[in-house]
DNA sequence: GCCGTTTTCGGCCCGACTGTTTTCAGTCG
């Protein structure tokens, strides 16, 4: 798949012009279409050799024709120009917040910004502040941005590491090797991953390293032995991959998936039974009694295998050491349906139906329509007549396609609290989801958020914290105040899937998962391969010790316990 | 740049918010 190489080359065609101050629409082009490909579920490659790239909405004839020469020749003449005199490291300070292109040009222009380096600089010696329209609290801002973007800014969503190492797995398979695994903080399903580590159980392994490097999408290698090879792929991601032999392999599995503390203190238990713990396996004086397998690992320490999603030194080897039991964590196949999916009636690209069959295809029985509502009209919020239509077309595809579909919507709260339709529409529906979009950075959030779970139809609370990971902290709320509210007034929190979202955290469902607040799971899905993004949020729920019956969607009937039962 | 059509041009999302201004520009979603 080489969609998202493309989708990268366009995004940054449109950063590129953005600077240049090229015509408004015509970044837009490029950005529409590095989305679409971004989004594609279709390999991009397949399309091009069925000659059907203008199908693609938002490709037309000129960017066709350089999709074309790319796929051919590897190059795009379009890409190289506009690049040639723009120095490395500029665009990505685009995604810093509070520094546009109008921002970013004049601090270049004037004061050879060209990195994060020289943004520091201009920031800190009051320079920037001097430039025409830059004040002291534009340069407090941005040193804000700066902050957040310089912490996250090597890591990579997992939204992005997970499917490019199931491509790398894909490609591993066609070599000679007994057993493959993702390993470290992907493993461990964290929000973001530093270092793409994959685990390899081999004999032979300077061929598997060999193949390992001709990866198809590689642009450098930057390792290559006979246990160890490490890649950069062409979106910029490094890719460490390790072979070990087969009778290593649990122990390897469980040094190298961590956490760090975790590790520490699995070994400090080893050394208290006189045994010695590494990735090799575990010894008795020279003897090794465990390696194979990571069970064994384990078990030789006395206790059960953990889920690496559990193992971040948050109490539970304490909690086994004890023994206890660990809560039976929710499966990645246990849920019956997805409950907050964009349509094409407001911001999504795919209709009902296919939603809906797409649904099906997964497994689900039931999934929840949820458009933007009215107020929110950047995202093409729908009002009352538009729902109405919508009522009846999901009615009709209910039936054909033989699934339960929820009338919803994601209801936008306003910063007062005010919520965007009457209750009398509200009644009406299946499902009502409050989220919040816009809001005032300095205002408090939560009084808004709890007036919303006092309202009799509002039935979830989505993205409670609306934290957009590595851009922007999200709006004030005080989160233990909005979980009491949502257990005393019956409203469940969601954990949205969507890879840069995630919200609630991990730390965050724990807190009310702790406080008996349900929660509910949305892929927030705008067309219908985002559906697949509920894993990520299954990744969450596991890492905050939740059960299958902490979450409601893994029942057969959410619908009667939400305040819309009451009806 | 794309796209639809009253079909080869003209529209393409725009409102809220913030900080800088003194009526507006830049950023964000």
């Not at 590897?74 to 917040?97: A, C, F, N, V, W």
């Not at 713990?277 to 010894?283: A, D, K, M």
């Amino acid at each position: 798949m080489r969609n998202r190489e493309l989708a990268i080359i366009f995004s940054k065609i449109a950063d590129a012009f953005e600077l240049k101050g090229e015509l408004p629409f015509k970044i837009l082009a490029y950005r529409k279409v590095a989305r679409i490909l971004e989004d594609l579920t279709e390999d991009i490659e397949i399309i091009w050799k069925k000659g059907d790239l203008r199908k693609i909405p938002g490709v037309g004839e000129g960017i066709a024709k350089k999709i074309d020469e790319y796929l051919h020749t590897g190059e795009m003449r379009k890409y190289e120009e506009t690049m040639r005199d723009i120095p490395e490291g500029l665009l990505s300070l685009l995604s810093i917040q509070g520094v546009g292109a109008k921002t970013l040009k004049l601090a270049h222009r004037e004061l050879k910004v060209n990195n994060k380096a020289d943004l520091a600089r201009v920031l800190n010696d009051g320079s920037l502040s001097m430039l025409p329209g830059m004040g002291d609290k534009k340069v407090e801002n941005i040193k804000k941005g700066l902050e957040i973007f310089s912490i996250e800014e090597k890591r990579i969503s997992i939204g992005v590491a997970l499917p490019l190492v199931e491509e790398i797995i894909n490609w591993m398979g066609k070599s000679e090797i007994s057993n493959i695994s993702p390993a470290g903080s992907l493993r461990r399903m964290k929000e973001t991953i530093g270092d793409i580590d994959i685990l390899v159980a081999g004999e032979r392994g300077v061929e598997v390293i060999e193949h390992f490097t001709k990866f198809p999408r590689v642009e450098r290698i930057l390792a290559k032995g006979s246990t160890k090879g490490s890649i950069m792929v062409r979106e910029g991601h490094q890719i460490d991959l390790r072979v070990v032999p087969l009778d290593c392999y649990g122990a390897a599995l469980q040094y190298f998936t961590g956490s760090k503390a975790h590790n520490i203190k699995l070994r400090a238990i080893a050394r208290k039974r006189g045994l010695k713990l590494s990735e090799y396996g575990v010894f008795r004086g020279g003897k090794k009694i465990a390696g194979a397998k990571e069970e064994d690992v384990y078990a030789s320490l006395g206790i059960p295998w953990i889920p690496p999603e559990l193992r971040e030194d948050r109490g539970e080897i304490e909690f086994v050491s004890d023994g206890k039991e660990l809560p039976d964590i929710i499966n990645y196949d246990e849920l019956k349906g997805d409950l907050h999916i964009h349509s094409n009636y407001s911001d999504g690209s795919n209709s009902i139906r296919e939603l809906a069959k797409y649904a099906k295809k997964m497994g689900y029985e039931y999934i929840a329509i949820t458009d933007h509502s009215r107020s929110d009209s950047y995202a093409g919020g729908i009002g009352k007549k538009k729902l109405l239509e919508q009522a009846k077309e999901i009615e009709k595809v209910e039936n054909e396609v033989g699934i339960k579909i929820l009338k919803g919507i994601e209801l936008k709260i306003k910063k007062d609290g005010e919520l965007d339709f009457p209750d009398s529409v509200l009644k009406n529906l299946d499902i009502v989801i409050g989220a919040i979009h816009t809001f005032p950075k300095e205002i408090d959030m939560t009084p808004a958020l709890i007036s919303a779970c006092k309202n009799p139809w509002v039935d979830v609370i989505a993205h409670p914290t609306g934290r957009l990971i590595s851009r922007r902290a999200g709006y004030k709320v005080n989160i233990e105040k909005l979980i009491k509210a949502a257990k005393d007034t019956h409203t469940f929190l969601e954990i949205n899937c969507y890879p840069d979202r995630l919200d609630l955290s991990d730390i965050n469902a724990t807190r009310a998962k702790e406080s008996g607040v349900k929660l509910t799971l949305g892929s927030d899905a705008h067309n219908i391969g985002m559906l697949n993004s509920i894993r990520f949020g299954i990744g969450v729920a596991r890492r905050a010790w939740c059960s299958k019956d902490d979450i409601i969607n893994t029942s057969k009937e959410p619908w009667k316990l939400l305040k819309h039962s009451k009806k």
